[in-house]
């Protein structure tokens, strides 16, 4: 990998985090109407409400990861091989 693949992999991972911490607030709120998921050191919240908001979380955070570094993947190959392969 190529300093420059390495560094845009790095900004993309950062805007990828901060894009889905930004989709999971509006999702929880849409979905529980409170502002603040549950944490799981919150004792004042329920075992289901705290797992279930873990698991829309992760969910989320693994689905934009793997669309932005997908897409970043996609432009280096591009870039590099004349336009790549499409599938």
Known sequence: M???EKATSLGMGML???LAAALFKRVWKLASGQDDAPDADDLGRGWKEVVV????????FGAVKAAVHRA???TFQRRGSGGGRRR
């Not at 908001?53 to 989320?60: C, E, H, N, P």
């Open 2 to 4: 190529q300093p420059v």
């Open 72 to 74: 970043g993947a996609q």
């Open 53 to 60: 908001a873990a698991a829309i979380q992760g969910a989320l």
């Open 16 to 18: 990828s985090g901060a």
